[in-house]
């Protein structure tokens, strides 16, 4: 059975950093495509992070991008996301996912998350 198990959520006040984690088990997913997503109250799930299997390029949307920071351990099957100067905007709950790019990205497994919630 695949699961993704994220974890290092919490509280934090703003300017503060997090590290979160996702452990892959029941496959290997050095070559698939790893995101890191996040959905505050009310509002749409969106990607924020993304590293590819196959060279390790990263994407980052506008809002954390200089602040975040996606990388991989092939090793331990982890994705982490680094975040670093949290503004109150970066209260979510943050997921994380495996997927496969064909043209576009389909993404196949998901993690329960872990809620991140920073205070002003």
């Known amino acids: 059975q695949v699961q993704l198990v994220e974890s290092g959520g919490g509280s934090v006040q703003a300017g503060g950093s997090l590290r979160l984690s996702c452990v892959a088990s029941g496959r290997t997913f050095t070559t698939w495509d790893m995101g890191w997503f996040r959905q505050a109250p009310g509002k749409e799930r969106e990607l924020v992070a993304r590293?590819?299997?196959?060279?390790?390029?990263?994407y980052y949307s506008d809002s954390v991008k200089g602040r975040f920071t996606i990388s991989s351990d092939n090793a331990k099957n982890t994705v982490y996301l680094e975040m670093n100067s949290l503004k109150p905007e970066d209260t979510a709950v943050y997921y994380c996912?495996?997927?496969?790019?064909?043209?576009?990205?389909?993404?196949?497994?998901w993690g329960q998350g872990t809620q991140v919630t920073v205070s002003s």
């Open positions: 996912a495996a997927g496969r790019t064909v043209i576009e990205t389909t993404w196949y497994y």
């Open positions: 590293i590819t299997g196959s060279s390790s390029t990263t």
